[in-house]
């Protein structure tokens, strides 16, 4: 039996009940964005009716909106483990990690180093090669494991030199699901006197995160891929941040959130963190024997993401199971059962000589909604060889995911491979 009462969380999400042509949907398209629960619609709505003002005003409806714009630190604080002066929101990850890269660019020295691995998002590699281009830094890659697309930690420690001020790494890989030694890999790099930016994007809604135990310096991650709404959010140890300078405006409070930030969607983005802290009150009380450092809040969303993973990975092995099944179909990532714990529930798969495309679109049109193509880790087709080719199809499970949904999208691939 799953961790979740599956039936009963689906009901909270408007969208799950989108018919076409007569028949239900199935979002197989969380690593592309989940859908939102009533309560975050319902966020952002009562934002506008009830205090939509902009920031810092001796009236009402600023003062309910600064209220609600502290109690947003403190809920995404709580979900991170940090402290709600480093919670730093903006309008998506690859803004905020631009403006990062920007200022850490500025402390960099001609000849100084940054590594980026083979595995990542775009929005984790492109704006510290758009950083070397202005500024004659130099970027170095760490390789991947072909057989399993996982980093090559041999490779990691062949790029880490005494010119390495910088390591920019993912937590889990958008495109294949691999979850990243990231603890070992910042040990090693602190070691060497570099800090370290983790992209938590995809990882968030499958997982718990916890950056005092990772000691990264800064950690990048997205409201709209754990239940909210297209915010952006930037962590950032207290100590690292000041370090830094800031682009920004003279008048402006915060060194890092500049100009008027986007209040009904962190208005979401709170409601979204509630979802996920009711989900460990409810379903969570198993989990929390092992989480005894944490309380209040923080332990509900630290054992609502042990339910969420263990829910989730178990409707992954009745994917994977499904999938092996079709002829003619190559899948990349971990397939060993044991190894599950080295990743998040999304697969990357081509069907014979079909298009990536082709075969998306023939699912489409059967009511399941899963993502083709490079998915911004262009640097990972590229190393696969798929990028002239058309990618891959991707399919990503979240935990509003059922079993029937499950065993039909294998049917529905099983079809187009005939």
Not at 117 to 146: M, S
Not at 205 to 232: M, N, Q, T
Not at 323 to 336: F, N, S
Not at 404 to 418: F, G, H, P, Q, S
């Amino acid at each position: 039996m799953p961790a979740i009462d599956v039936p009963a969380i689906r009901h909270q999400f408007p969208a799950l009940s989108i018919t076409e042509a007569g028949r239900p949907v199935a979002f197989f398209d969380g690593p592309g964005g989940t859908q939102v629960p009533n309560r975050v619609i319902d966020a952002m709505t009562r934002y506008f009716r009830t205090m939509n003002a902009n920031h810092g005003g001796h009236f009402l409806t600023s003062e309910r909106s600064d209220a609600m714009l502290a109690r947003a630190h403190e809920a995404v604080a709580d979900l991170l483990n940090a402290d709600a002066d480093e919670v730093k929101f903006g309008a998506n990850m690859t803004t905020l990690n631009f403006a990062l890269s920007r200022s850490i660019g500025a402390t960099l020295a001609t000849g100084d180093e940054v590594v980026v691995t083979r595995l990542d998002h775009e929005a984790n590699v492109g704006p510290w090669q758009a950083l070397a281009a202005d500024r004659d830094v130099v970027v170095r890659f760490v390789d991947i494991r072909e057989d399993d697309c996982t980093l090559d930690l041999d490779s990691f420690a062949a790029v880490l030199g005494p010119r390495t001020r910088h390591v920019a790494v993912g937590l889990a890989s958008n495109a294949v699901g691999t979850i990243n030694p990231v603890a070992e890999i910042i040990r090693l790099a602190h070691a060497a006197g570099a800090t370290v930016s983790v992209d938590a994007v995809h990882y968030a809604p499958h997982g718990p995160i916890d950056v005092r135990e990772l000691d990264c310096d800064f950690l990048l991650c997205s409201a709209y891929k754990f239940f909210g709404p297209h915010v952006g959010i930037l962590y950032g140890k207290r100590v690292a941040l000041d370090a830094l300078p800031a682009y920004k405006l003279r008048p402006a409070e915060d060194r890092w959130e500049t100009g008027t930030q986007d209040h009904e969607g962190i208005a979401g983005t709170l409601a979204a963190i509630e979802y996920l802290a009711e989900v460990g009150e409810r379903y969570g009380s198993s989990f929390a024997e092992g989480l005894s450092r944490f309380g209040g809040r923080r332990l509900s969303l630290k054992a609502a993401m042990h339910a969420i993973r263990e829910t989730e990975m178990e409707l992954f092995g009745r994917l994977l199971d499904g999938l092996e099944t079709v002829p003619a179909i190559r899948i990349w990532g971990i397939r060993d059962r044991a190894r599950f714990g080295e990743r998040c529930p999304t697969v990357a798969f081509r069907v014979g000589d079909r298009s990536p495309g082709r075969v998306a679109a023939d699912l489409g049109r059967r009511g399941f909604f899963t993502w083709h193509g490079d998915y911004y880790a262009t640097g990972l087709m590229e190393r696969l060889g798929l990028a002239d080719s058309g990618g891959a199809v991707r399919v990503g499970i979240i935990h509003y995911n059922t079993a029937a949904e499950v065993d039909e999208l294998v049917d529905a691939v099983r079809e187009i491979a005939r």
